[in-house]
C-alpha cells in the first residue's frame, strides 16, 4: 500500500503543479525547496536522525557527492515543473518511462555490472524507439532523455554514499535552500510575494513541501517492507497515470511517431519486468535450497 501510494502521488503530481502554471517554474521550485526544507527539519526531528545527518556533514566526500546530486535533483525538479506547465507531461511520462531502463545501462557503463540477454533487448528496444521519433520529428525527445538522464545520474550519485533517503533529501534541499532565497528575495515574480497574494495561491505554495515529502516517505517506508525488486513493479504506476492525464485530461495530442515510441518503450518494459521476476525466482530458489 505504501508503494502504490508513493508512486501514485508522484503519478498525479501534475494536477498539482498545473494548479501553479500562472507562475514561472524557477518560483514553483523556490517553494518546493523552501517548504520541503522545513518539513525536513521536523521529519529529521520527529524521526531523531541528526546523528545520520551529522555523520554525513563530516564527511567531505559525502558532501560533494550529495551537493552534486542536489544539482541534479534541483534540476530535474525544474524540468519537471517546467514540462508540466508548458504541455509537455506526455515527455515527462516517457523520461520515467525510460529511467528504469537508463538505469540498467548506467550500471553497465560505470558500475560494471552484467546485462542479462532481456535486459539488452529492452535497453536496445528503448533505444529504437526514441530512434524512431528522432527520426519522424527531425528532433531529439530533450525534456524526456533529460528529466530521464539527470535522474539516473542522481541515483547513481547516491548509490556512491551511505546516507539513508531522509537525511540525505534533507542535506542536498539545504544546499538549494541558499540559492532559493536569494532568487526569492532578488529575482522572484510578484506571485512569489506572500504576502500580497491571496490564500488559495499561499496554500498551493505551501503545500509545495508536502507534495515533495509524502510520497518519498511513503517510498522509504515501502522500501523497508518488502524487497526492492518488487517493489521496482511499481515505479510503473507513476508515468502510466501521466500518461493518461496528458491524453485524456489536457488533451495533448499524441502523433503516430509518438505512439510507435511508447509501443517499443512499453515492450521493453515488459521484457526488462519479466526477465527481473524471473531473476528474483532463480535467486529465490538457490537461497532457499542453500544450506543452512
Not at 57 to 74: C, D, E, T, Y
Not at 182 to 203: G, H, K, P, Q, R
Amino acid at each position: 500500500m505504501c508503494a502504490i501510494a508513493a508512486y501514485t502521488m508522484w503519478g498525479i503530481a501534475p494536477l498539482y503543479f498545473k494548479q501553479l502554471q500562472i507562475m514561472p517554474a524557477m518560483d514553483v521550485l523556490l517553494h518546493r525547496v523552501v517548504w520541503s526544507a522545513l518539513i525536513l527539519v521536523g521529519l529529521i526531528a520527529g524521526k531523531r536522525q541528526w546523528g545520520k545527518v551529522k555523520a554525513a556533514l563530516r564527511s567531505r566526500k559525502v558532501m560533494l557527492i550529495l551537493f552534486a546530486a542536489g544539482i541534479l535533483l534541483g534540476a530535474n525538479w525544474l524540468l519537471f515543473i517546467w514540462a508540466i506547465n508548458n504541455d509537455h507531461i506526455l515527455d515527462a511520462s516517457l523520461g520515467y518511462y525510460i529511467n528504469p531502463l537508463l538505469n540498467i545501462f548506467f550500471g553497465r557503463l560505470f558500475l560494471q555490472e552484467r546485462l542479462r540477454l532481456f535486459q539488452k533487448v529492452a535497453v536496445l528496444l528503448a533505444i529504437a524507439g526514441v530512434s524512431i521519433l528522432i527520426f519522424s520529428y527531425g528532433q531529439v525527445p530533450w525534456i524526456a532523455l533529460v528529466l530521464a538522464t539527470s535522474f539516473s545520474i542522481y541515483g547513481l550519485l547516491r548509490k556512491q554514499v551511505a546516507v539513508d533517503s531522509l537525511p540525505g533529501l534533507f542535506i542536498e534541499t539545504l544546499m538549494m535552500l541558499p540559492f532559493a532565497l536569494i532568487y526569492w528575495v532578488f529575482f522572484a515574480s510578484e506571485y512569489s510575494n506572500m504576502l500580497t497574494n491571496d490564500m488559495s495561491l499561499n496554500l498551493w505554495l505551501l503545500a509545495a513541501g508536502i507534495v515533495t515529502t509524502a510520497p518519498l516517505l511513503c517510498f522509504t517506508a515501502a522500501a523497508r517492507r518488502i524487497m526492492y525488486s518488487t517493489l521496482g513493479f511499481f515505479q510503473y504506476i507513476g508515468p502510466t497515470l501521466m500518461f493518461f492525464l496528458a491524453v485524456y485530461l489536457y488533451g495533448e495530442p499524441l502523433e503516430e511517431a509518438r505512439l510507435v515510441t511508447f509501443g517499443f518503450v512499453w515492450t521493453a518494459l515488459a521484457i526488462f519486468s519479466f526477465d527481473s521476476l524471473r531473476a528474483y525466482r532463480i535467486q529465490r530458489r538457490v537461497r532457499y535450497a542453500a544450506p543452512e
